[in-house]
């Protein structure tokens, strides 16, 4: 998605080769008209797999998916990290280990919001060793429902969630795929070709 | 807001005399159109502000947060409840104790998204004791920044927050204003007469 790559190119800051920093317009501070041709753009890549519901985690995932939930018209859930004392229901839990934070969470959804009739489109703001991602898929797969596509705005595609969750079986779009930070520089997987069809 | 009321009427949960579950569109699963709606009433009430940046907090803040700065065409920050590795950089911080999930927490934003320049709009989802909207205009204060008006979607008018913040000279708008949540059920204040204006 050229909008977001120029976004990432002029905005985002190369902290480390493995960390890239996008706290102007996504994570922290966030731009909502991106927010909302994001949205369009899964709507339009996942328009064809019959999708019901939205799963994604907070809370960076939440304004993509929620601009996404507006295009599709279906409702977005949001895993919590933390307990909230009025979710009182049955919860669907897994736990998830993040690299870059060093810390493990334990993630939740209600069961009542998800189950074997959905068609799932998991939806979070990085892909990096894809244990969020994962993380998502059990919890929906332990609802009973159908995982249809998992939708990435900032893929790391140098490192393995990716390919980890396409070899499980899954169909993974990512909006923007960075092959390198080395240098302080980010690098696209060139597009170029996908982008002519 | 009628449509926000029907649905906390058709919707909500009331868990006690306190707590109020809205779950099922506002804080865990979210319905994206009610939030767009959410959006162009905040935008319509603080039209003539001259807001610049809206900030609210993570996470329930952010749908509504978002969708109100899609329909402004301004900047979105939401407030961290725990550190980001990549945010690096100099913080405003404010302790907010929640009464409702009784713990305390350290908020923060960074420096460099809101100045001595901006005019600032707070939104959050729930208004009670008001120590997380405080702790949003103590944040604003320190960056230089003035806040122009404080959007609330689900105030719980039984408790002090809103007139405690109003009597602090702070603009004060929710959109849903609970009365009551004695005896399982919701009362609003009567807001007939304003909405034949």
Request: glycine share 8%; no cysteine; charged share 25%.
């Given at each position: 998605?050229?909008?977001?790559?120029?976004?990432?190119?002029?905005?985002?800051?190369?902290?480390?080769?493995?960390?890239?920093?996008?706290?102007?317009?996504?994570?922290?501070?966030?731009?909502?008209?991106?927010?909302?041709?994001?949205g369009?753009?899964?709507?339009?890549?996942?328009?064809?797999?019959?999708?019901?519901?939205?799963?994604?985690?907070?809370?960076?995932g939440?304004?993509?998916?929620?601009?996404?939930?507006?295009?599709?018209?279906?409702?977005?859930?949001?895993?919590?990290?933390r307990?909230?004392?009025?979710?009182?229901?049955?919860?669907?839990?897994?736990?998830?280990?993040?690299?870059?934070?060093?810390?493990?969470?334990?993630i939740?959804?209600?069961?009542?919001?998800?189950?074997?009739?959905?068609?799932?489109?998991?939806?979070?703001?990085?892909?990096?060793?894809?244990?969020?991602?994962?993380?998502?898929?059990?919890?929906?797969?332990?609802?009973?429902?159908?995982?249809?596509?998992?939708?990435?705005?900032?893929?790391?595609?140098?490192?393995?969630?990716?390919?980890?969750?396409?070899?499980?079986?899954?169909?993974?779009e990512?909006?923007?795929?960075?092959?390198?930070?080395?240098?302080?520089?980010?690098?696209?997987?060139?597009?170029?070709?996908?982008?002519?069809?």
């Amino acid at each position: 998605m050229r909008l977001l790559e120029e976004k990432i190119s002029n905005n985002g800051k190369v902290l480390s080769d493995n960390v890239l920093k996008v706290d102007s317009f996504l994570n922290h501070q966030i731009d909502p008209k991106l927010m909302l041709e994001i949205g369009k753009e899964f709507a339009s890549i996942f328009a064809g797999e019959g999708i019901t519901k939205i799963v994604t985690i907070e809370s960076s995932g939440i304004a993509p998916a929620v601009m996404a939930g507006l295009q599709m018209n279906i409702p977005v859930i949001f895993a919590r990290k933390r307990k909230s004392l009025t979710l009182v229901d049955e919860l669907l839990t897994a736990t998830v280990h993040s690299f870059t934070k060093n810390e493990t969470n334990e993630i939740s959804i209600s069961n009542k919001y998800v189950n074997e009739s959905d068609r799932v489109l998991i939806i979070d703001d990085f892909l990096a060793n894809g244990e969020a991602a994962l993380g998502l898929v059990k919890i929906v797969q332990q609802s009973g429902a159908q995982v249809a596509g998992i939708g990435i705005v900032i893929e790391k595609s140098f490192q393995h969630g990716a390919q980890k969750l396409k070899d499980l079986g899954f169909r993974v779009e990512s909006l923007a795929r960075i092959s390198s930070l080395s240098k302080g520089k980010v690098t696209f997987i060139n597009e170029k070709v996908e982008e002519m069809i």
